[in-house]
């Protein structure tokens, strides 16, 4: 919460700044009017953008309450300037990382920073754009960025500068005064780089031999940000000197028929430029007939189907499961020829994954004519350049303004792991309802032309370059001097002629052991919803670009020669940014009120089973947002088996929520938080309705809460009578057993599974038209016991376990748990006899 503190500190230095300085006599109760604008905007706007509109509204009610207590003038006043400021810097954020996504290099200061390394007679040249600072311990390469510059807190600075000029400087001189901030900032973060760079050189000295530590962090830690960055107030405040007395004073304001006429002008321009900037063509939609190509794809293929006997690494890599997800909402088709334009006149969408051999210029023509005619186009590359995926999917990407990058992006913080959340402000249609999305590491865009969209723009990221040596191209994961770091495009989106492409950059994401962790289905049919389309009235958001413009000619217009000399008399200074703010805000609601109504997830045209993981009460884990943290928790290759089972995993939300009429099985794993009358009455229901429930818990479950959902069901887990695994799913059969072996027995329905002991572990009961199946051994499903990962391939004991997942799973989904159970288990014990050769009383096993 240090961005808490930051801003509490600096709303009370200019509260201190105004108490000298302004002097409260009467407050024009008008003021309360924007009071209404500021209200709606603050529901308008999502954190952290509303954070201007929270405090000018404070800033507001504190000079109400002036009225009797003069003294909290300065902290009113103080409110409102910190209000006005944060407002104006909050585009900031979004138009820096758009811009450095297409070059975080900055070359034109180069030259002065070698004369000045040479000053401080440092060994070093220069080539290729790159500086290389020679050292006793090693040599580095330094290139200029613009985040090594530090230019994004420069921006934020010189934004707020001009609230700051326009209350404390003379109206000829304000211009003046910021263009002395301007350029001493420029000067300042000059002398800043070398200052960091020689801090870095001195840093290394203390690094031992042969340790793999570059503090190259230095440039992106924000405690090293803000205390480098706190010279420069003193600088400014020698070089500018400001007004004694503010003239940003709320008592004075008077509506006037010039002043209000001027309002809705930039109000409108404000509200056009808005729609300019989020509007989304709806487009015609069109019939959804996709095709994915493996005619020029030798790596991830959809023709290979991972099933209950096929298992190891490609099993996994593998997009079969993801073909056919996509098959129940658009009809779907491979290609294994040549891509014509005669193939893809029965084609909406054209799916090009990670291709592994090169595409005709004819080819290439074919697809780029696709497009332009209205047709749906998506690449996906991978990290890298791997296999030559790059090389050969961007003559194609290059036809529509962007190419993928041949390195790999990582978090700047955690190796291996990146959590996306789409922006809480306006999202891209494509990932509009998608609640987040981890990749697995993937390359960047470079996107070459102004149309593309910033579909995924990711910020705190690293970019790794291509690593020739390894075999999937593919850096050791470290620091360099050398390497860029700030926002990347990992997702973009271009309109072409009549149609669409969308460019994506992490492959494996959609591999079978990844395809549909949360937020991975949700990207992917909302990208084929937005492929869907023809577009329509794309050249809308050239209009209202033309409208904003023209509304604020005709504002400026309205003012009186006397105020265009000001620039806007300060009597209208928080109106009109309030008001701005507002019609702004406003216009970029609408565009998202329309994104959600044109683009909506599609229904699925042919029905599949839906399994969902119960995510509120259960005490396990799920790589959803990164690596699970205990290996001995994690339930990962046992929802991804359910694939296996011929059914799709989901998680779940809230219970509420997934006992909706789409859930088909639900998943409640080792329950442990207590339910509420409301939520067992809803599983009631949903049971009787058809709905079906698998309950695993466990002896280290110490803690469960399951037999508040099983006793009103007529069942009960019994946590004190001693049972454990039969011979096929213990971990031995000619040892003693260990702890891991415990189970749980189960009272009340039908047995289908004993324990050693002749205890039930495992039984069901019918519920009206559904089914509940109670298990007592949820840690055989832990992935320790399931083998650990989706690379494994099974002996005789694995196999057991997941023909017993695979029985549970379909018997639900079928409704007949019962018999398909019991066969599929009688087979897995045939099998462990013939491998061991001894006899296995079956009366200890299934009855």
Not at 661 to 667: F, G, N
Request: net charge positive; aromatic share 14%; with cysteine.
């Amino acid at each position: 919460m240090w961005w808490a503190v930051l801003l509490g500190v600096g709303i009370l230095c200019n509260a201190a700044a105004f108490a000298r300085r302004t002097v409260f006599k009467s407050f024009d109760k008008k003021y309360l009017l924007m009071c209404v604008p500021l209200l709606l905007t603050l529901f308008i706007l999502p954190f952290p953008y509303h954070l201007g509109v929270i405090v000018t509204l404070a800033g507001i009610v504190i000079l109400v309450l002036c009225i009797r207590f003069p003294v909290l003038a300065g902290l009113g006043y103080g409110a409102i300037f910190s209000g006005m400021i944060l407002l104006l810097q909050s585009p900031s954020g979004y138009l820096y990382t758009t811009f450095t996504s297409y070059s975080h290099y900055f070359y034109w200061l180069d030259p002065v920073f070698y004369n000045i390394f040479k000053f401080f007679n440092l060994k070093v040249s220069y080539s290729q754009d790159t500086f290389y600072i020679l050292t006793i311990k090693d040599m580095y390469p330094f290139p200029t960025t613009w985040e090594k510059l530090a230019m994004f807190p420069l921006l934020n600075i010189l934004m707020g500068s001009i609230v700051v000029f326009y209350a404390f400087s003379e109206n000829r001189r304000g211009v003046r005064d910021f263009m002395k901030l301007l350029l001493s900032g420029t000067g300042f973060i000059v002398i800043r780089y070398v200052f960091m760079i020689l801090l870095f050189l001195y840093l290394m000295t203390f690094v031992e031999h042969g340790e793999e530590i570059c503090r190259i962090d230095i440039f992106w830690d924000m405690r090293v940000t803000l205390l480098t960055f706190l010279p420069f107030i003193l600088i400014t405040a020698i070089l500018i000197s400001l007004k004694t007395e503010a003239r940003f004073q709320v008592s004075s304001f008077k509506f006037q028929v010039s002043s209000f006429k001027f309002q809705v002008s930039i109000a409108l321009a404000l509200f056009f430029l808005g729609l300019s900037f989020g509007f989304q063509d709806p487009g015609e939609q069109k019939n959804g007939r996709v095709i994915v190509d493996e005619s020029h794809s030798e790596w991830e293929k959809s023709t290979k189907k991972m099933d209950t006997e096929w298992y190891g690494n490609e099993s996994g890599y593998n997009f079969y499961w993801l073909a056919e997800f996509i098959n129940h909402h658009f009809p779907l088709t491979r290609n294994f020829r040549k891509i014509t334009p005669e193939l893809l006149s029965d084609c909406d969408i054209l799916i090009i994954k990670t291709p592994t051999s090169a595409f005709s210029p004819e080819e290439v023509r074919s697809v780029r004519d696709f497009v332009l005619k209205g047709g749906g186009l998506f690449l996906i590359g991978e990290h890298t350049n791997v296999f030559g995926t790059g090389t050969y999917i961007n003559p194609i990407a290059e036809e529509f303004g962007f190419s993928f990058r041949y390195d790999v992006i990582l978090d700047i913080e955690r190796k291996f792991e990146q959590l996306y959340e789409p922006p809480r402000l306006l999202p891209h249609p494509v990932v509009q309802n998608m609640p987040y999305f981890a990749f697995k590491v993937s390359c960047s865009i470079q996107p070459v032309s102004s149309k593309c969209e910033n579909v995924i723009l990711s910020t705190g990221l690293k970019s790794q370059d291509i690593y020739y040596p390894s075999g999937n191209f593919y850096p050791p994961v470290k620091n360099h001097t050398d390497i860029p770091f700030g926002a990347f495009m990992q997702m973009t989106g271009v309109k072409a002629g009549k149609g669409r492409v969308l460019g994506f950059t992490d492959s494996t994401s959609y591999s079978n052991f990844e395809a549909f962790i949360e937020g991975k289905p949700e990207l992917m049919l909302g990208s084929l919803t937005w492929l869907n389309r023809k577009n329509k009235w794309n050249n809308l958001n050239i209009l209202f670009l033309i409208l904003f413009g023209v509304c604020l000619v005709s504002g400026i217009q309205k003012l009186g020669k006397e105020d265009q000399l000001s620039i806007i008399n300060y009597q209208l200074s928080i109106p009109l940014v309030v008001f701005g703010v507002f019609f702004f805000s406003l216009a970029l609601a609408m565009c998202g009120f329309l994104s959600r109504k044109a683009y909506p997830l599609p229904r699925p045209v042919t029905p599949y089973t839906k399994v969902v993981f119960e995510q509120e009460h259960g005490d396990y884990e799920l790589p959803l947002k990164g690596f699970t943290k205990e290996h001995k928790k994690s339930y990962e290759v046992f929802y991804l088996w359910v694939l296996r089972a011929e059914c799709y995993p989901f998680t779940g939300k809230t219970l509420k929520k997934d006992l909706s009429d789409e859930t088909d099985v639900l998943v409640i794993i080792n329950p442990y938080k207590n339910f509420q009358p409301d939520e067992v009455s809803g599983i009631k229901n949903y049971l009787r309705k058809g709905g079906k429930v698998l309950l695993v818990d466990g002896k280290r479950n110490k803690n469960s809460t399951a037999n508040e959902l099983l006793e009103p069901l007529g069942m009960k887990i019994n946590q004190k009578r001693k049972a454990t695994l039969p011979v096929p799913y213990s971990s031995s059969i000619y040892h003693r057993q260990s702890a891991r072996n415990d189970a749980l027995t189960v009272e009340g329905g039908t047995p289908l599974l004993y324990s050693s002991e002749g205890s039930p572990i495992l039984s069901a009961a019918r519920v009206g038209k559904g089914m509940i199946a109670v298990a007592g051994f949820s840690q055989l499903f832990v992935n320790p016991n399931m083998g650990g990962s989706y690379r494994v391939k099974p002996d005789q004991r694995l196999r057991a376990i997941y023909n017993l997942e695979f029985s549970l799973i379909r018997g639900l989904a079928k409704g007949d748990l019962e018999t398909l159970f019991k066969a599929q288990t009688e087979r897995s014990v045939s099998r462990l006899k013939a491998q061991i050769r001894i006899d296995v009383p079956n009366s200890n096993i299934i009855r």
